[in-house]
Every structure is written in structure tokens, then in C-alpha cells.
């Protein structure tokens, strides 16, 4: 399952203009995916907790309704940063993080590319 969880986020993100995965050697090889150096989804070798940035509204009721969801340590969940335990991850958990990722690509991602993604996702 631990491979699968990786290769479908792999998957997701490899739809997003211009991201790279880099693993950091000071937090263990830790996974992170990025686009132009800044991370927007940070991970486990497992991907079976995503870390990610949503809007401060959203952020709040992800953790209000999701149980395997808590703001982000290390004070970045004053910012909108959400961890998220995927759990069985079925279909619908997929799409939601799917929809989570994107979200954390769009506000971190310069405005141009940014504007890519969010044009895609009104078109659906």
C-alpha cells in the first residue's frame, strides 16, 4: 500500500506544471514536492500523511470535519498549513487529496503558473 500511496501522489503532482520531488536529507530523506524551490506538499517515504497549505477558511474546516486532519506543527498551521492522515484512501480520500494538492500548488506556486492550474480546475 506504502508504494501505491506514493505513486498515486507522485501521480497528482506530476500534472502540475514545473514540480520536482526533493528529499531532504536533514529531515531523514523526507519527501517534499515543490515547484520553482518552494515546497507545497510535504510527505513520509510512505505518503500516508500529506502536509499541505490551504486557505486559512478552508484550512479551518478541514480540521473541524476531518478527523485525520490537524493543523501543521512547527506554528505553520497559523498559515493555513493542514496535516492530513490519507488512512484507507480510497476513492473518495484520492480525490480529496487530489483537490488538497492542487489548492497547496495554486497558492504557492508563482501567479503564472498558479493561474494554469486554477484555469483547469474552473474548466473541470
Known amino acids: 500500500m506504502s508504494v ?8 497528482i503532482v506530476a ?3 514545473e514540480t520536482e520531488r526533493v528529499d531532504v536529507e536533514a529531515w ?10 518552494k ?3 510535504f510527505t513520509d517515504q510512505k505518503a500516508q500523511t500529506l ?8 484550512a479551518d474546516a478541514v480540521v473541524a470535519t476531518d478527523p485525520l486532519a490537524e ?12 496535516s492530513v492522515r490519507i488512512g484507507r484512501g480510497g476513492r473518495d480520500r484520492w480525490d480529496q487529496v487530489e483537490e488538497w494538492v492542487r489548492t497547496s500548488y495554486a497558492l504557492v506556486a508563482p501567479k503564472s503558473l498558479a493561474r494554469i492550474v486554477l484555469a483547469e480546475d474552473a474548466t473541470g
Not at 28 to 37: L, S, Y
Not at 72 to 79: D, I, K, M
Open 15 to 17: 500534472r502540475l506544471p
Open 28 to 37: 531523514g530523506d523526507e519527501p517534499t514536492f515543490r515547484v520553482r524551490g
Open 39 to 41: 515546497t507545497f506538499v
Open 51 to 58: 502536509t499541505v497549505k490551504l486557505s486559512m477558511a478552508e
Open 71 to 82: 493543523p501543521a506543527g512547527y506554528g505553520l498551521g497559523r498559515h493555513g498549513w493542514v
Open 4 to 11: 501505491r500511496n506514493m505513486a498515486r501522489l507522485e501521480g
